[in-house]
């Protein structure tokens, strides 16, 4: 026995949003067997976009029972049943939310129209309820009404069901089968040819446009685990609408995902994706040469796009760093940014600063120092090589740190067992870093490392 179902809500998203009417068809695969509607008091004023679309107003449901005093006819109705709908996934979301606030649990198989529609009627343009109506004769009496959209989706599943020669219904109800799940967009073979390897999935929306990024151990696993549960949010609703198709990138190991996860977020910045959006307020060693023509180092908040000769998380770091760099190379603390105001140099006093302040000292020789601090600095910074598993057995994966500085990641032909840098960029892809894919690199490098291979 199937339940058609059609709602009418104050908004997209079941937890802040209530239901203004509810039209359930109960038909047997022949006959509609019983029929139910009601206007509904959502508890909350309804838009005045949404009076617009569906002619339901505030006065209308002022009088009508609130969902928890029809909630067990409703359940009832539903329990044993297999709930279809239109965009099934948005009405089943809002009753079992509703249906759950009235302490009733609902547990039912789903069937989408929108789904079956592309699979028993492909090719054609729209597969909303209005145009799939049109296309196939079908009057809708009270378009945007509960009962009007229930009705004619209660005779757009009759032929659904005498037109389903590949047995698209079936498959969809078969125990273990995912497809109920699915956005309703998004055909069921793009998760189906996804490969259980380490990779990075891209979500598009219709344009083609990514919406969300995400990396996993195994992309088959990963990317139905999204489509699971029944969340009401706003979020996951506007999610499931939006997720037309779904590509990916194989890599070798899940570290690689982690790195690639990282950089494509930040470069594509999706609509979806919270996490790692955030500003990254580490600082850095910047250099520039004043008028004078003295190189002069400041500490500087990292800014995007700028490439600070070295990099810390902590203000106090970077200034215990600089203190140590004055003292062994003997640079001026003004010139520094380390002493401000008048008075005697601080570094005269400890005999790091030979005048330079002052214009006593050549900028060429002073800059000397500044450089050769800059060379020491970088030298301290590891360099790391990791070497693992490829995407097949003739290619091993690799990435590589230098100095401390992520310089990208790539696949290596098996037989080149090497750690020269020199040897393995060729085959790499150079990618931007950030803190993350630093953080991620950083425990592979050991103090005083200056070049290291890690065999995973």
């Not at 945007?144 to 009705?151: F, K, L, N, P, S």
């Not at 990317?223 to 506007?238: E, I, K, Y």
């Given at each position: 026995m199937y339940a058609i179902v059609d709602i009418e809500t104050t908004g997209g998203h079941a937890s802040a949003n209530g239901i203004t009417e509810i039209a359930i068809y109960l038909f047997d695969g022949r006959e509609v067997t019983q029929h139910y509607q009601t206007l509904v008091n959502p508890g909350v004023p309804i838009p005045y976009y949404i009076e617009s679309l569906t002619g339901i107003t505030n006065s209308m449901v002022a009088e009508a029972p609130p969902f928890e005093a029809v909630a067990p006819l409703i359940h009832e109705l539903l329990h044993d049943k297999i709930f279809v709908a239109h965009n099934v996934n948005f009405d089943y979301s809002f009753v079992k939310h509703h249906l759950a606030a009235a302490g009733l649990d609902l547990q039912c198989k789903k069937l989408c129209t929108v789904r079956l529609g592309r699979k028993i009627f492909p090719g054609l343009p729209s597969y909303s309820?209005?145009?799939?109506?049109?296309?196939?004769?079908?009057?809708?009496?009270?378009?945007?009404?509960?009962?009007?959209?229930?009705?004619?989706t209660t005779k757009l599943f009759s032929l659904l069901l005498q037109h389903d020669k590949e047995k698209a219904i079936a498959g969809a109800l078969k125990a273990g089968s995912k497809e109920q799940f699915l956005p309703p967009n998004l055909q069921p073979e793009v998760v189906k040819q996804l490969p259980e390897v380490p990779g990075v999935y891209y979500f598009h929306d219709l344009k083609g446009k990514v919406v969300y990024v995400g990396k996993a151990k195994d992309l088959k696993k990963?990317?139905?685990?999204?489509?699971?549960?029944?969340?009401?949010?706003?979020?996951?609703?506007?999610?499931?609408r939006t997720v037309c198709n779904i590509t990916y990138q194989e890599t070798g190991t899940d570290l690689m995902a982690c790195i690639l996860e990282s950089v494509e977020i930040k470069r594509l910045w999706p609509a979806f994706n919270a996490a790692q959006k955030r500003v990254e307020f580490r600082y850095g060693f910047y250099l520039f040469e004043d008028q004078e023509g003295y190189l002069r180092l400041v500490i500087e908040k990292k800014r995007k796009f700028s490439h600070p000769v070295h990099a810390f998380n902590l203000l106090i770091d970077g200034h215990r760093l600089l203190r140590a760099l004055i003292r062994q190379f003997e640079l001026c603390p003004r010139l520094c940014f380390l002493q401000k105001g008048g008075g005697t140099c601080a570094g005269k006093t400890a005999a790091t600063c030979h005048g330079a302040c002052e214009k006593l000292e050549a900028p060429e020789a002073y800059n000397e120092r500044v450089k050769a601090?800059?060379?020491?600095?970088?030298?301290?910074?590891?360099?790391?090589?990791?070497?693992?598993?490829?995407?097949?057995?003739?290619?091993?994966?690799?990435?590589?740190?230098?100095?401390?500085?992520?310089?990208?990641?790539?696949?290596?032909?098996?037989?080149?067992?090497?750690?020269?840098?020199?040897?393995?960029?060729?085959?790499?892809?150079?990618?931007?870093?950030n803190e993350i894919i630093i953080s991620l690199l950083r425990p592979y490098a050991g103090a005083g490392q200056q070049l290291a291979s890690s065999q995973k």
């Open positions: 309820l209005g145009n799939l109506c049109r296309h196939l004769e079908i009057p809708i009496n009270g378009r945007h009404r509960a009962g009007g959209d229930a009705e004619a990963r990317v139905n685990s999204h489509f699971t549960g029944h969340s009401a949010s706003r979020q996951r609703q506007n999610f499931l601090a800059i060379a020491f600095l970088q030298e301290q910074q590891p360099s790391v090589v990791i070497l693992d598993k490829g995407r097949n057995t003739g290619e091993q994966s690799c990435i590589l740190m230098e100095k401390g500085r992520f310089y990208g990641m790539g696949y290596v032909p098996v037989h080149l067992q090497t750690t020269d840098a020199e040897l393995l960029r060729p085959h790499l892809t150079q990618y931007p870093e």
